[in-house]
């Protein structure tokens, strides 16, 4: 890996999109420049004056002592960043619901089953905030029927008698919706099955509860109660434009947010403190069910650690890991950054490179038709190359959309093959206990083309060096 080079690292001998060639340093070769005092010399001025030459973004760095613009002023324009987004429309929705059936007419079923959560909220508009989970289900019911020789989805929502008119309230797309209501001395089920327009197998979402599937297959001798099959799960993994809209929106503020934190943290600052600004300015954002992961030095070796409310130190980098949700639909990045006052040991700054290297690999090989245990295996490749594959320790990525970890995974062993409108997440990291941990994390979606997009490209994307996030 080379010097810090116009605001990047480098990463290869070989020019790419955004660094220059330059020779290549290798960790076998450092004990001459730790050995020749002016070599090093020459080398920290060097590395200094890219620094200091390199333009920064919009979001300066500035010491405490330092007057500062206030936060809440920092957060005004990414509080309007996704001002103009909508939710997915009404007829959006009609349409899934339609898909849906199509698919259950074709199968000779009579029923899709979901509770809420991320398959109700797809099919419709109900999520598990707006009606928790308890033992008294509230079930979508989607069956699919015959009008005028077209296949039309009917959809009938199972609700507690006390709750019907908190369930009424409910936005469920769809013309015509039905309630069934049960009484407390009634079995829910058999009230289920007799609301749908014939009696048969029936679908359930991959998530329902066990207790709903033996209520509703004891409910009726002679019917099956199965998993919903690939072919309908996959309606939720490819993502139609208007969801990748909201996608990326949501990922983009997610790295202003990020960098906007950045610009207020200083040498002596706690994770807590870092922690609460993320939570502040991603709901600043516009983002809801928000979540912030902030790791200084040592305890960022643990990939998914709680921390120690460490404070800050100058050898340390900094790990953040955050997103939140955009009508439904999440985001998820992770940065590894230093401040202007830190001093990293240069090799943490070249374990970051390694990291870095490995998401470009990776993301270079996703496209349409590649299976994804693939993508898995060029990050690997790119560090094994580098002597660190030994501390990648989890899969590259996961799904993403209406839930923050969602199918398909970009992990080894696995056979899914990646198509259009596929979402993922790119998270290489190098994680050796008791020192240091990386991580850098984009998410990105499968075009027209077949070719990997960033959702941040609109925000310039990935991590451009330690420095700038």
Known sequence: MGQLENGCVSTSVDKDDNCNPTPQIRRKDWHYFVTVPKILAVFLALFITVLVLVPPYSFHLVHPSTTKQPFSEALSPISTHCASANPITSSEFRQRQK????????NNIVAYIAEPGANALFFGNISGSSWGLSERPLLLMVS????????????TILTPAFEETRARLLTIPGSGVTYAAWPEDANPYSIAIQSLPEIGNIYVDENIRHFIVDGLQQAVL??????????????????????????KCANEVTLLAIRAVQAQMYIGIRESQVRRMMEKALSAAGLTETFALVLFG???ALPHGSGSDRVLDTSDFVLIDCGGALFGYNSDVTRTFMLEDSSIPMDHVLY?????????????????????????ASARS???IRGVEQFFTHRLGHGIGLEGHETPYLRGGSNDIIQTGHTFSNEPGVYIEGKVGVRLEDCFYIDKQGDAVYFTEGVGGPSRSPLYP
């Not at 898909?99 to 074709?106: G, K, M």
């Not at 109660?225 to 909201?246: D, G, N, W």
């Not at 490179?353 to 590649?370: E, T």
């Open 352 to 376: 970051w490179g390694d990291v870095h290297a490995a998401q470009r690999a990776a993301y270079d090989a996703a496209k349409a038709g590649v299976v994804t245990a693939e993508v898995d």
């Open 99 to 106: 898909h849906l059936a199509r698919i259950l007419h074709d």
């Open 144 to 155: 699919p029927v015959l009008k005028h020789g077209e296949v039309e989805a009917k959809i």
């Open 298 to 300: 040592e305890n960022a």
């Open 382 to 384: 790119s560090l094994r």
């Open 222 to 247: 002679g019917i099956q109660v199965t998993s919903a099959p690939a072919e309908i799960v996959q309606l939720r993994e490819r993502k139609s434009q208007t969801e990748l809209e909201l996608m």
